[in-house]
């Protein structure tokens, strides 16, 4: 098992080399180079601004140069200076990977505390009516569109919000976006304050990967019940709370914890369009953000970032599998 | 059994917790009273880049500067110039401003203020901002007025207040500015100017609240990146006085659904001049009548599309004319809004002060197909089996249209093109780009090989130096420098609007920059569309908050007057 681990991570040294020559070079050569555009937008701009500013960001060597001195920066943990934020990106991605987390785990716990007992209740009681609401639930989870979801969250919880005229339920007016209320500072009231900016955003975000899970956990759980070991466990006379606990249960998850797994790198990346539409400063929004907004410097830091992210968590995701599942065995 | 009532115990606590806090401030949030409130939040979609004024690049940054920092001369939104921060502005009249051939000097008193940390600004802070922006390692974007300028002096030492500015050529808008970049706190900044003159772009002045202070009716007081930004009143202000607004924080809402979501639900108070869009501030004035003022103010952004004039069928003005005679952009702006954005003639937008008053002399090419027709069979163009024109040679009246991909309005107006066109016999196909490749690569270097349509920001003190001026076209040989996308050349075009970026008298550029706008509208190298409409919406109790679409100036020009009602 060590070798084996030790042969993957060295197996990742080239597979990053890779990525980061190909993001590089993608971004570098698309077309509109950000300080060229300067001059498209601006009339004030001369071609000697251009070439002087150019000559200040080095953006004047060729690119196989610009390549190497940036990889000996970044090694060196200087991920650069953000043009478009006027920050360093180190200072960006440390902020945005926390507020990230504070959604993308918050969404993940819930997803999670709800789609694996209905999915086990599901799988369960087949064709019964929750079984039915379960799965159409499910349906409507995969299928509907998150921006559109978030928009009509925000009208229902923070425009229309029709309950307010029960007194007793005017605290369920929430924030249309955002992350905090300005000049709230440290303490309980800053931490209550953020658990109602992060209730919506945290909901439509849970939606999908609620849906995934159910899924996943109703399928594999029908598939142990009906395996014989389970059988044999009732037959043995074993309280149904044991079978289902003890026997099925722990096997039937072993799916889900590889897809579990394999989605925490997805927590640090954040969640783009969620984070756009309820104007949350996550790492997604700053991969969009500095995209649109021409900013490399920033871009190759949160790419680079991500592709490390994913490449972990696939090892960790194998070697978790292992764990689990005796059967498996990696040389 | 016990340890289950424990948890349910403790589940019944959390809940309770989350039910009450929150509701206490759901409820402190809603019965907010307007009248006596010195708080506004603005919803904007852009997030500002920096606060330094030397750096700034975007809008956003801007509208929040105008706050922190005082003009020395500033517009008001009927665009009117008055003297901000300096005693008066320098004319020929008085001497303040007087030419000596080709060169000027510029008198110029500043009044006196301080800055956010009780330091007074001085005329030392002027010329170390005018010495750092001409430093050549320092990445300044624009320096267009600060190659003019030859030296500044302080007449009455460094710590007065008196400035003579010398520059090295005539520059019509020289008493509009007193250097490029006005002044900057040279006690804060000067330590990381001289620690790394090519990373001032990267001192923590400009985004950190502690250190970035300026001579404003209001100091920065909290950034929260991605999310927030408020600034908070100078009490008794040598300027401004205390203003009755005591706060304002500006929150950032990328998606624009999202922004009017928030100004329904009464978390923002007012939606500045960079958030909504035009079809959003129409919906927004239908379903929230009474509960804001929505304010649609013509502008200063010019709809049009370049005609590529290297193309041998559009170099012939004929042809020109036919389209523009061919499309009928009244129905177009009644079709799409409402008749807010106005169709547009010339090159400067109506409000332009060198536009002519009344039209006079400006062509205009009112939709009248059969005159399309006449003027094509004029250039030699006659009906072909599939209903497109076409000349003695064979070649077909068939153009590109570009525009950026994703833009809706822009996709509507395309296909209104292609159908009015299709009637005069001039087939359109619709080739559409990303933003970021049709400004990096197609228009700016010339690759479109028909129609480009697109819009210009001007200013009221645009002209069309290098917009439409021969020098002014693209290619290599100049670094694809020039905004002259279509290729136009003319002889008296080029002497008119030289001599008018160099006209210091405001009477005679306004002439020579009429001329050109007829001159503009007779040849017509590129087809005005309409003149865009800047939106804002704010809550009718806060008063002297407007619409302003100026380069340069944003609706928080006049913060420190606005008041909750």
């Known amino acids: 098992m060590q070798r084996y681990i030790l042969r993957r991570l060295l197996q990742m040294v080239p597979i990053a080399l890779g990525i980061s020559i190909l993001m590089f070079a993608l971004l570098t050569l698309a077309p509109g180079d950000p300080v060229d555009l300067l001059i498209a937008s601006d009339p004030r701009v001369k071609p000697q601004d251009v070439a002087r500013l150019k000559r200040i960001y080095g953006l004047d060597q060729p690119i196989h140069i610009r390549y190497v001195k940036w990889l000996g920066r970044t090694l060196r943990g200087d991920l650069g200076f953000s043009r478009t934020y006027k920050e360093p990106v180190t200072h960006l991605m440390r902020d945005r990977i926390g507020n990230s987390l504070w959604l993308t785990v918050t969404a993940f716990v819930l997803a999670l505390v709800v789609a694996v007992p209905v999915g086990i209740y599901s799988a369960l009681h087949q064709y019964s009516p929750l079984d039915y609401l379960a799965t159409t639930f499910t349906f409507f989870g995969v299928s509907i569109p998150v921006f559109w979801f978030g928009i009509m969250m925000i009208y229902l919880f923070a425009v229309w919000h029709p309950w307010t005229a029960l007194p007793a339920l005017s605290w369920l007016v929430l924030p249309p976006g955002g992350i905090s209320t300005p000049g709230v500072a440290g303490g309980l009231p800053f931490y209550l304050d953020r658990l109602r900016y992060m209730l919506l955003p945290s909901i439509v975000l849970a939606l999908l990967s609620m849906a995934t899970y159910t899924r996943y956990t109703r399928s594999s759980m029908l598939e142990v019940i009906r395996q014989d070991y389970v059988r044999t466990a009732r037959s043995k006379g074993l309280a149904e709370r044991t079978v289902i606990n003890k026997h099925a249960l722990r096997n039937a998850l072993i799916p889900l914890v590889t897809i579990v797994a394999l989605s925490i790198s997805g927590l640090f990346a954040g969640a783009p369009i969620t984070e756009t539409v309820f104007a949350w400063p996550g790492v997604g929004r700053l991969l969009v953000d500095s995209v649109i907004g021409g900013d490399y410097v920033a871009a190759q830091a949160v790419l680079m970032f991500l592709a490390v992210l994913v490449l972990v968590f696939n090892l960790i995701a194998d070697i978790g599998y292992a764990l689990l599942d005796p059967r498996i065995r990696y040389d | 059994m016990r340890a289950r009532r424990q948890w349910s115990l403790l589940l019944l606590a959390l809940l309770l917790t989350l039910t009450l806090v929150p509701w206490q401030a759901a409820r402190a949030q809603q019965t907010g009273p307007a009248a006596g409130r010195d708080q506004v939040v603005i919803g904007m979609s ?325 005159r399309a027709r006449a003027l094509l069979q004029e250039a030699g163009f006659s009906p072909g089996p599939d209903g497109v024109m076409r000349n003695a040679q064979g070649q077909r009246l068939s153009f590109e249209l570009n525009t950026t991909a994703g833009n809706r309005v822009r996709e509507q107006v395309e296909q209104i093109i292609q159908q009015n066109l299709r009637e005069i016999g001039i087939e359109i196909k619709i080739q559409n780009y990303p933003a970021r490749v049709y400004f990096g690569e197609i228009t700016n270097r010339r690759k479109f090989p028909g129609l480009a349509m697109y819009a210009w920001v001007m200013s009221p003190t645009s002209d069309c130096d290098q917009l439409y001026t021969s020098d002014g076209i693209p290619n290599e040989g100049n670094g694809w420098a020039g905004q002259n996308y279509p290729g136009y050349k003319n002889a008296e075009m080029d002497r008119l609007c030289k001599a008018a970026s160099r006209e210091v008298d405001e009477a005679k550029r306004n002439q020579l920059l009429n001329q050109t706008v007829q001159l503009f509208s007779r040849d017509i190298p590129a087809l005005p569309l309409y003149i865009r409409a800047s939106v804002a919406a704010a809550k009718p109790g806060l008063q002297g908050f407007t619409a302003v679409q100026l380069s340069g100036t944003y609706e928080t020009w006049n913060a420190h007057r606005w008041f909750w009602q």
């Open chain 2, 46 to 370: 852009q997030e500002p880049d920096f606060l330094n004024p030397m750096f700034a690049e975007m809008a956003a940054a801007v509208a929040v500067l105008d706050t922190i920092f005082v003009s020395d001369i500033e517009r008001d939104n009927t665009w009117k110039l008055f003297a901000q921060g300096v005693e008066a502005i320098p004319n020929l009249k008085d001497g303040t401003w007087k030419l000596d051939g080709d060169r000027m000097t510029l008198v110029w008193k500043i009044k006196p203020r301080n800055w956010s940390d009780g330091r007074p600004v001085t005329c030392a802070d002027f010329v170390f901002t005018h010495n750092v922006a001409r430093n050549e390692q320092v990445p300044v974007i624009v320096r267009d007025l600060t190659n003019r300028i030859s030296n500044i002096v302080c007449t009455k030492g460094a710590s007065g207040t008196d400035i003579t500015v010398n520059w090295k050529e005539r520059y019509a808008y020289a008493n509009l500015t007193i250097t490029e970049y006005g002044a900057l706190p040279r006690h804060v900044l000067e330590k990381y100017y001289r620690a790394n003159p090519s990373k001032l772009n990267e001192a923590p002045y400009g985004n950190d609240p502690a250190i970035t202070i300026g001579d404003g009716a209001y100091k920065l007081v909290e950034w929260r990146k991605g999310a927030s930004m408020t600034v908070e009143a100078v009490p008794n202000h040598k300027l401004f006085g205390t203003p009755k607004i005591r706060r304002i924080t500006w929150r950032f809402i990328p998606d624009t659904n999202a922004l009017v979501a928030n100004m329904l639900s009464g978390a923002i108070d007012a939606i500045g001049t960079i958030g909504i869009t035009f079809d959003q501030a129409v919906q927004l004035e239908r379903q929230a009548a009474g509960r804001f003022k929505v304010f649609f103010e013509e502008g200063l952004i010019w709809e049009h599309i370049d005609f590529m004039l290297d193309n041998p069928l559009l170099a012939d003005v004929r042809v020109r004319r036919a389209i523009a005679h061919g499309i009928n952009r009244e129905q177009m702006v009644q079709q799409l809004f409402g008749g807010k954005q106005p169709v547009s003639h010339s090159y400067l937008p109506t409000k332009h002060p060198g536009y002519p008053r009344g039209d006079q002399g400006v062509t205009k090419y009112p939709y009248d197909p059969a």
